[in-house]
């Protein structure tokens, strides 16, 4: 069973910084881009930033230049790096796991809140 385990958000002042972390188990992520995923009260969920398993990256014009996003392979785990944060960055943070070549392998965590406030 795949398990996603999302670590590191919390209640940060504006300007601050916090690294998520989301540890992936359970089958062989090869292939699997991983992403992070927000969404904030009474909005829908959006990308933030994506890795893919070749090491590209995108990010959300939202987030350019304060986020950075890496994955350590061997750990199966992904990281989202947030500096200069700011209250519109206040959400519930969501780990994403999916693969390359098929639809049906599409994994969630369960979510972390960050919460950016003075």
């Known amino acids: 069973q795949v398990q996603l385990v999302e670590s590191g958000g919390g209640l940060v002042q504006p300007g601050g910084s916090l690294r998520l972390s989301c540890a992936a188990s359970?089958?062989?992520?090869?292939?699997?881009?991983m992403g992070w995923y927000r969404q904030a009260p009474g909005k829908q969920r959006e990308l933030s930033a994506g890795?893919?398993?070749?090491?590209?990256?995108n990010y959300a014009d939202s987030v350019k230049g304060r986020f950075t996003i890496s994955r350590d392979n061997a750990k199966n785990t992904v990281y989202l790096q947030m500096n200069s944060l700011k209250p519109e960055d206040t959400a519930v943070y969501y780990c994403?796991?999916?693969?390359?070549?098929?639809?049906?392998?599409?994994?969630w965590g369960q979510g972390t809140q960050v919460t950016v406030s003075s």
């Open positions: 994403n796991v999916r693969s390359e070549y098929s639809t049906l392998y599409n994994y």
């Open positions: 359970g089958k062989t992520f090869t292939r699997y881009t």
């Open positions: 890795i893919t398993s070749g090491g590209s990256t």
